[in-house]
C-alpha cells in the first residue's frame, strides 16, 4: 500500500508542479484536466501526509523517552500520534479503492408506479419532488425528459436529467423498489394501503460513449401532451426512438424543438444500452433493465415510507430514521451516507480477501 501512495504522491507533485506554470493555462482543456485530478487525488494526500505526520510525531517522540524533562510529555505525544494510525490506514484504504468510473457523470432517473394504481402514480410524483429537491440543495439542475401525467396530479412514470457533480455517485443506490405506506387522500374509511413506485438510476452517456449505428435507430415524431390532452403541443416536436436491435424505446417531448428532443432523447438512449452492457460484464443483474428495478411488487423493496408513523426505512443497511417529512423534502444525505458506507466495506471486504 505505501509503495502505491507513494507512486501517487508523485503524480500529485507533477501536477502541482504542472498548474504552477503559466504556459498550461494556454491549454485551458489541459488545465481543466489537471484540476479535476488534482480535485480527486487531494483527499488521498491530505490523508497520506497526515498519516506519515503521525508516523514522525511517533519517531521523534520515541527519541525523548529517556529526557528527564521531556520524557513524560513525550510518552502523552507518542501515545496520541499511534491511536491516531489505525484510523488513518482504515481510511486510506478506502480512499485506495478503485473509484466508479461513471462517479463523476451526470444521472438520468426514471420513476414508474408500481402497485398502487393512483396512490402509487401520487407517491412517484413525491419521490419526483424528493429528488428535485435534493439536487437543488446541492446545486444541481433538473431538466425533465418525458413525462405522463395522471388526473389527480401523479405520474404514470417519468425521466429526467440530474446534471451536477458527482451526482451519479450520490444517487446511484435510488436504483429500486420503493415502498409507500400511507392512507390515500381518497380513502374514506382511513385504511392504509401500500403502494409501489420504481426508480432506475443510469449514467448519462454521450452517443460518443456507446456506439449506436443510425441505421439501428428508427425516429417517429408525435405531439406532446399533458394530462386529460391538457397542453397539446400544436406541433409534432416529441421524439421517439427505437432501437431495433434491443427493442428498446426511449422518448423525450419536453422540449421545444424536435433537434434537442432528438439529442436528449439519443442521449437516454445512450444511457440505457451501456447499462444494459454493464450489467452483462458484471454479472449481476439480468441483461433485461427491468432487473434493476424489478417487477414492481410489494415484496420486492430496498425501501419503505411510513407515513402514520413517520418512518423511513432502507431495508439494504437496516437504516430507520424517524423523520420523514424532512426526507420528502430532500433531506436524503443521511441515507446515502450510510448506503454509500456500506458499499465502501463490502469493496473492502472483497479486495482483501
Known amino acids: 500500500m505505501l509503495d502505491k ?24 482543456a489541459l488545465a481543466a484536466r489537471l484540476n479535476k485530478e488534482q480535485r480527486e ?32 510529555m513525550a510518552r502523552e505525544e507518542y501515545a496520541g500520534a499511534k491511536a491516531a494510525l489505525p484510523e488513518l490506514e482504515e481510511k486510506l484504504k478506502l480512499l485506495l479503492l478503485p473509484k466508479d468510473p461513471d462517479d463523476g457523470k451526470n444521472v438520468i432517473m426514471e420513476i414508474r408506479a408500481g402497485v398502487g394504481g393512483e396512490e402509487a402514480a401520487l407517491f412517484a410524483h413525491s419521490l419526483f419532488r424528493m429528488y428535485s429537491m435534493y439536487a437543488e440543495s446541492r446545486r444541481w439542475s433538473v431538466e425533465v425528459d418525458s413525462v405522463s401525467e395522471t388526473e389527480l396530479g401523479g405520474v404514470k412514470e417519468i425521466s429526467f436529467t440530474i446534471q451536477g457533480e458527482n451526482a451519479f455517485s450520490r444517487l446511484k443506490f435510488e436504483s429500486g423498489v420503493h415502498r409507500v405506506q400511507r392512507v390515500p387522500e381518497t380513502e374514506s374509511g382511513g385504511r392504509i394501503h401500500t403502494s409501489t413506485v420504481t426508480v432506475a438510476v443510469l ?33 409534432s416536436s416529441a421524439v421517439r426512438l427505437i432501437h431495433k436491435p434491443t427493442g428498446m424505446v426511449v422518448e423525450c417531448q419536453q422540449e421545444r424543438s424536435q433537434f434537442q428532443n432528438r439529442e436528449k432523447a439519443m442521449r437516454l438512449l445512450a444511457s440505457r444500452l451501456y ?30 415510507y411510513n407515513f402514520p408513523q413517520g418512518r423511513l426505512t432502507d431495508h439494504r443497511v437496516n437504516l430507520t430514521l424517524y423523520k420523514l417529512d424532512a426526507v420528502m423534502d430532500g433531506a436524503i444525505d443521511e441515507i446515502i451516507d450510510a448506503l454509500a458506507t456500506a458499499d465502501q466495506a463490502a469493496r473492502l471486504e472483497r479486495e482483501t480477501k
Do not use: C
Open 275 to 304: 447499462e444494459q452492457e454493464r450489467e452483462k460484464v458484471e454479472g449481476a443483474y439480468a441483461a433485461n433493465r427491468r432487473s434493476q428495478v424489478g417487477s414492481g411488487m410489494r415484496n420486492e423493496r430496498i425501501r419503505t
Open 5 to 28: 501512495l507513494k507512486a501517487i504522491e508523485l503524480r500529485y507533485q507533477e501536477i502541482e508542479a504542472q498548474l504552477a506554470e503559466p504556459s498550461t493555462y494556454d491549454d485551458p
Open 203 to 235: 449514467p448519462e452517456m454521450e452517443e460518443v460513449d456507446v456506439t449506436i449505428d443510425p441505421a439501428d435507430v428508427e425516429m417517429q415524431v408525435f405531439r406532446s401532451s399533458g394530462a386529460g390532452g391538457q397542453h397539446i403541443n400544436k406541433t
Open 41 to 72: 487525488l487531494e483527499p488521498l494526500m491530505e490523508t497520506y501526509r497526515a498519516y506519515r505526520k503521525a508516523q514522525a510525531e511517533m519517531e521523534e517522540a520515541q527519541g525523548l523517552f529517556s529526557d528527564p524533562e521531556l520524557g513524560e
